[in-house]
T-cell receptor, first 117, second 113 residues
């Protein structure tokens, strides 16, 4: 069975600090997809990034960057110069093919990030 | 309306009530999902619909009854719920192809008294 582990339950930082959220996954699939979602207090899960298993290039989008390392089965997320608006729960997820043949996502338990002024 | 919408946003019901949650997606997707998010637990997949057909029921109790009349609408009918069913219920949609991104609605916060 697939598994996603986010070992950090809660992280507190002060504004402008850099912070890295860890994600470790387990899968037997050779082709798979990894995702990060943000869940602010309003509740909606906001899609941040999708990465396939064949693309190990790191990606940067503004203050956000992602480090995908297949050798260690990790897909870590770094926020540079954090801001109060970054306060949210962040979920890492792994695509999973169900018995029916269709796919869905396996989520980690999430990391709550608190950024204080 | 854009994206995925859910109504109501908040719902309080008694254990003997019958209510329904509604989800609508405006993205032209053909797969829709119901998830349950309880406090301190990972998101739990409940149901999956592809092209209006239910393709996954993740051992959900029969007091939760989904309905998908077309690819854009998804309902979750609730009856005789228990207090432990109180949670955030999230709807999502995607284009059904392995690894495609799921887009989520804002959720319905359900409280069962």
């Amino acid at each position: 069975a697939q598994k996603v582990t986010q070992a950090q339950t809660e992280i507190s930082v002060v504004e402008k600090e850099d912070v890295t959220l860890d994600c470790v996954y387990e899968t037997r699939d050779t082709t798979y997809y990894l995702f990060w979602y943000k869940q602010p207090p309003s509740g909606e899960l906001v899609f941040l990034i999708r990465r396939n298993s064949f693309d190990e290039q790191n990606e940067i989008s503004g203050r956000y960057s992602w480090n995908f390392q297949k050798s260690t089965s990790s897909f870590n997320f770094t926020i540079t110069a954090s801001q109060v608006v970054d306060s949210a729960v962040y979920f890492c997820a792994l695509s999973e093919v169900l018995y029916s043949g269709y796919s869905t996502l396996t989520f980690g338990k999430g990391t709550m990030l608190l950024v204080s002024p | 309306e854009t994206g995925v919408t859910q109504t109501p946003r908040h719902l309080v019901m008694g254990m003997t009530n019958k209510k329904s949650l509604k989800c609508e997606q405006h993205l032209g997707h053909n797969a829709m999902y119901w998830y349950k998010q309880s406090a301190k637990k990972p998101l739990e997949l409940m149901f999956v619909y592809n092209f209006k057909e239910q393709t996954e029921n993740n051992s959900v109790p029969s007091r939760f009854s989904p309905e998908c009349p077309n690819s854009s609408h998804l309902f979750l009918h609730l009856h005789t719920l228990q207090p432990e069913d109180s949670a955030l219920y999230l709807c999502a949609s995607s284009q059904e192809q392995r690894g495609n991104t799921q887009y989520f609605g804002p959720g319905t916060r359900l409280t069962v008294l």
